[in-house]
């Protein structure tokens, strides 16, 4: 399967929907405090998305059960809203994809509950900036090696880890299509990206060592020694300059600062 070229009206109803998950992230981002179960935050994510005339996409997506995946603390991704409050010191990842129109949307951001420790706000920062220093390479000509190598070396600089066995993907008509995007590998390898292509790049970086499990649920995926890990993810559309990034996570830090 060769990558999908979109035109310019195609990626004008990705971004609809890319920013209708950045409004999510933005909403959710109102009610994360201590005390607070994901649960609550599930339901009103399906509710506010539904209301915009969207379709919560990764619900009933392979059988994943809920609209958003929320990944706190030793949770890399796809975990599970659940019962269980929100705690002062908690870093949470909420990951969220949404069709409308025919057309997919898919960014992810990692939150602090309250006051969280230093090294892992640092390990917040690194993972972020890795995703920009990711964005810098995704252009008409590079390949995806070159997105990958860049995040690859940002977070191992700063002796982070990176997680393998998931990786950025296409994005558009579907959740998920080619070219896979991984976060590490060599300059100038991978599949060559093109004009028109639309990708999301996602890098999920941990404090400590980068091995994972998985969960009996079988979806939830943790790492091993039990340290935190961070999620950033935006949906981008390539042009022969900078990309497009489609979903905006200006929407949610306007929320956070105001907070
Ligand atoms: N948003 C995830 C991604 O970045 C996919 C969620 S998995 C699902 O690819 F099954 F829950 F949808
Ligand atoms: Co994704």
Redesign the pocket.
């Known amino acids: 399967m060769t990558p999908r070229i979109y035109t310019g009206e195609e990626i004008e109803k990705i971004r609809e929907s890319a920013l209708l998950v950045s409004d999510t992230l933005a909403e959710v981002a109102k009610m994360i405090a201590p005390g607070v179960k994901t649960i609550e935050l599930d339901r009103m994510a399906e509710a506010f998305i539904r209301s915009k005339g969207g379709v919560p996409?990764?619900?009933g997506?392979?059988?994943?059960p809920?609209t958003l995946?929320i990944s706190v603390n030793e949770v890399v991704?796809?975990g599970f809203p659940s019962e269980k409050p929100l705690q002062e010191g908690d870093i949470i990842s909420v990951?969220?994809?949404i069709e409308k129109d025919g057309y997919h949307g898919?960014?992810?951001y990692t939150f602090t509950v309250g006051k969280v420790e230093e090294p892992v706000l640092n390990l917040l920062t690194a993972t972020k900036e890795s995703l920009y220093k990711g964005i810098e390479q995704a252009r008409a000509g590079n390949r995806t090696g070159d997105i990958g190598n860049a995040v690859q070396s940002h977070v191992e600089a700063r002796g982070y880890g990176v997680v393998r066995e998931?990786c950025?993907?296409g994005?558009g008509a579907r959740?998920?299509e080619k070219p896979d995007v991984l976060n590490y590998g060599k300059k100038s390898s991978g599949t060559l990206l093109k004009k028109g292509m639309v990708i999301?790049v996602?890098p999920m970086i941990t404090l400590g060592k980068r091995d994972i499990g998985i969960a009996r649920n079988g979806?939830e995926v943790y790492t091993r020694d039990g340290k935190p890990a961070a999620h950033f993810?935006h949906s981008m559309a390539i042009t022969e300059g900078a990309a497009e990034v489609l979903s905006d996570f200006e929407r949610i830090e306007n929320i956070l600062k105001s907070k």
């Open positions: 996409a990764c619900k997506y392979e059988g994943f809920f995946c991704v796809h990951d969220c994809v898919d960014s992810a998931l950025g993907h994005v959740m998920h999301a996602e979806w993810e």
